[in-house]
């Protein structure tokens, strides 16, 4: 099993940046995609972004293109999300996922197996 676990989330002027980092432990030779999700309150969850493990090609939504930057440290079992520029819209919980392939077609929340609690990003205007 594979354990993630987010940081990094907080309160931000819109505008301003914040970077989320997940740490995953347990059977992280698993792991070959690594994604962020996040769910505003009385939404579905959606994604933002993927990260290959072995080739670091990534995809992301046409919200955050531009704007946010996932990262990888393999040494570290960490997965970053670089936000710059955000927005009200922005404001959701965030969360780290994790699965044995990558896909740029991977994009839904059934595609991924493993998942940590979440960290609450909040951008006031």
């Known amino acids: 099993q594979v354990q993630l676990v987010e940081s990094g989330g907080g309160l931000v002027q819109a505008g301003g940046s914040l970077r989320l980092s997940c740490v995953a432990s347990?059977?992280?030779?698993?792991?070959?995609?690594s994604a962020w999700f996040r769910q505003a309150p009385g939404k579905e969850r959606t994604f933002v972004a993927a990260i290959s493990s072995i080739s670091g090609n990534s995809h992301y939504s046409d919200s955050v293109r531009d704007r946010f930057t996932i990262s990888r440290d393999n040494n570290r079992h960490t997965v970053y999300l670089q936000m710059n520029n955000l927005r009200p819209d922005d404001t959701a919980v965030y969360y780290c996922?994790?699965?044995?392939?990558?896909?740029?077609?991977?994009?839904?929340?059934?595609?991924?197996?493993?998942w940590g609690q979440g960290t609450q990003v909040t951008v006031a205007s």
């Open positions: 347990g059977r992280t030779d698993n792991i070959y995609a």
């Open positions: 996922a994790a699965d044995d392939a990558y896909s740029s077609s991977k994009v839904y929340p059934a595609d991924f197996r493993s």
